[in-house]
């Protein structure tokens, strides 16, 4: 039966992520479960698609990307791949309405990492996060809203500033690797080779606009997806503030983490927080 495989389909995307992401699988479990499935499936799509372009050295990641958009394309139009992830994909767009200029946009970023190393105007820079994370979370939005238009809109804006926030403070946790394996330097205007306490905190400030927006966004959320969504922006604060605490040569040397106890313990802040409906 069909139902059985999508069952096994949602199962795979979900283990992607577990496997992946530690960080976000918990965020994800604090959604409501009618939901769950639907963005393990997004996480799982878009995982693939970046692992493709940062991972897969030693064999022809422009192939193995275009190969994956076709056959994203073929399951869309027949209804089923047997690759689970894009099985499990193609019944999330078409459940939650989402359009296709956002799985365009994120597959247009994915492809600028094969050929773009260097973002050196702001424009170049907002449009590689668009498609690489505000395209992502609008995805999110979209199973959020359970596709409902109107509540779209008026969401999409913060759900944007969100996704920025996140792939930012992703680009200052993983200078070093960015930098010295990846040759990539996302930030325009700065010299990773000269980078600087100024330097840091000009990113730092910028992320912190990004979540001021956006927190005005999850307030507004459906009672589904706030907490989930609330979690993970609790984390991502976490995170933003060890790197604002880290001297700034620390950070291009280093990896900085939340270990699982602090994880756990934002976690217990969060849901206390919201049980008091303060968010």
Avoid: W
């Amino acid at each position: 039966m069909k139902s059985l495989f999508d069952t096994v389909s949602y199962s795979c995307s979900k283990l992607v992520t577990k496997n992946y992401s530690t960080s976000f699988s918990l965020a994800v479990r604090m959604l409501a479960p009618s939901i769950r499935e639907a963005i393990y499936s997004i996480y799982g799509f878009v995982r693939f698609a970046d692992e493709i372009v940062d991972s897969f050295q030693d064999y022809n990641k422009e192939y193995l990307i275009n190969d994956f958009e076709k056959e994203y394309y073929k399951a869309m139009e027949m209804g089923i791949s047997l690759n689970p992830i894009l099985n499990a994909f193609q019944h999330t767009v078409k459940q939650y309405n989402i359009t296709d200029d956002l799985i365009q946009a994120f597959l247009k970023s994915m492809k600028l990492d094969l050929v773009k190393s260097t973002y050196n105007t702001q424009t170049e820079y907002e449009d590689y996060i668009y498609g690489s994370a505000d395209a992502v979370g609008l995805m999110c939005l979209k199973v959020f809203v359970a596709g409902k238009d109107q509540k779209y809109e008026q969401l999409k804006g913060e759900a944007m500033r969100l996704g920025s926030a996140f792939q930012k403070v992703n680009f200052l946790r993983d200078l070093k690797e960015d930098n010295l394996i990846l040759n990539r330097n996302y930030f325009p205007g700065i010299n990773l080779n000269s980078f600087d306490e100024n330097a840091k905190n000009a990113i730092i400030n910028e992320i912190e606009e990004d979540f001021k927006i956006a927190y005005q966004g999850i307030v507004k959320l459906p009672i589904e997806a706030k907490f989930g969504v609330y979690t993970a922006f609790i984390y991502y604060k976490k995170l933003l503030q060890k790197l604002k605490n880290t001297p700034y040569y620390e950070i291009g040397n280093s990896r900085i983490r939340v270990s699982n106890y602090a994880k756990a313990g934002l976690l217990a802040q969060s849901f206390v927080t919201y049980k008091l409906k303060l968010v």
